[in-house]
């Protein structure tokens, strides 16, 4: 044991997971309508040409997670929160800073690319050998999987034909049936009706217990005081807050009122 882990092992402190170190995210958007149209006139754009927009989503976000973390992600729409989430995963990447992480952080919902013209049997082996199961993993969890998509005999047809709420609900099932050391919920993507929802938040629960850190994004205050121990508050693209959760969101609830 070196000197620092003898230190932490001393403080009973816990291993980092996630390091967000300075992120900048940007996205660039082509504007169209009225105003776009203006503003383009105005710089004598060649004709053809369209306007590009820069969207800073992220501004310079910094924190670091730790083993046994729950951390509550909160801010009003469009201040960044999923941004956040799909950098962590790895889905967006930093113009500026980084992001190191113990494994790979699995986000909820969306990390199975999963293939249309595929039955939904076909796509549960795929998306489950995606997620590093082994083929034997996969065939002990499938039956637990079609079961907690609740999508009956449709899992025989191919997934092209599925209702987007029924291909979702397979995703979710899929995502969550692995456990991972670093698990992102956004809430965003969970869908279904209160029946299916009721069976994805006991499934969070237990990934939560399973898991080294959760992260979970949700407009429920609820949720986040029931679900986490820790808060981030991002805002404009910037951490406003970072603490035990009940003390963000009650300062979040007080900006918002
Ligand atoms: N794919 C994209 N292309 C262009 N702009 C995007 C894209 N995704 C997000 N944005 C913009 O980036 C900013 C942050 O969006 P993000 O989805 O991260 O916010 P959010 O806090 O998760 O919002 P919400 O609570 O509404 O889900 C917003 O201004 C949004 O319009």
Redesign the pocket.
Same mark, same amino acid.
């Given at each position: 044991m070196g000197a620092s882990e003898a230190a932490s092992a001393a403080l009973g402190t816990s291993r980092p997971t996630v390091i967000v170190d300075d992120v900048h995210v940007d996205?660039q #958007?082509y504007a169209t309508g009225k105003r776009a149209r203006t503003e383009t006139r105005a710089l004598r754009r060649p004709t053809g040409m369209r306007e590009s927009r820069t &969207?800073h989503?992220l501004r310079g976000v910094s924190l670091t997670a730790y083993e046994g973390d729950s951390i509550g992600v909160v !801010? +009003?729409?469009? =201040?960044?929160? =999923?941004?956040?989430m799909r950098t962590i995963a790895g889905l967006s990447a930093p113009v500026r800073g980084a992001v190191y992480a113990d494994g790979q952080p699995a986000l909820l919902g969306v990390n199975a690319a999963l293939i249309g013209d595929l039955s939904g049997e076909r796509n549960v082996v795929l998306g489950g050998l995606a997620l590093g199961m082994s083929r034997e993993e996969v065939a002990a969890r499938y039956d637990e999987i079609v079961d907690f998509a609740g999508i009956g005999s449709a899992i025989d047809l191919p997934m092209a034909t599925y209702s987007s709420g029924m291909g979702a609900r397979l995703r979710f099932a899929i995502a969550a049936s692995a456990t991972h050391r670093v698990l992102l919920v956004?809430e965003?993507l969970a869908v279904g009706d209160a029946a299916f929802r009721q069976r994805s938040e006991s499934r969070i629960k237990e990934l939560r217990d399973e898991a080294g850190t959760v992260f979970l #994004?949700s +407009?429920s205050m609820g949720t986040i005081r029931e679900t986490c121990t820790r808060g981030i508050w &991002?805002d404009h !693209?910037e951490l406003r807050a970072d603490g035990p959760v009940d003390e963000v969101v009650t300062a979040y609830e007080k900006s918002v009122r």
């Open positions: 996205y #958007v &969207i989503a !801010g +009003h729409n469009g =201040s960044g929160k =999923s941004t956040l956004d965003a #994004v +407009h &991002i !693209g």
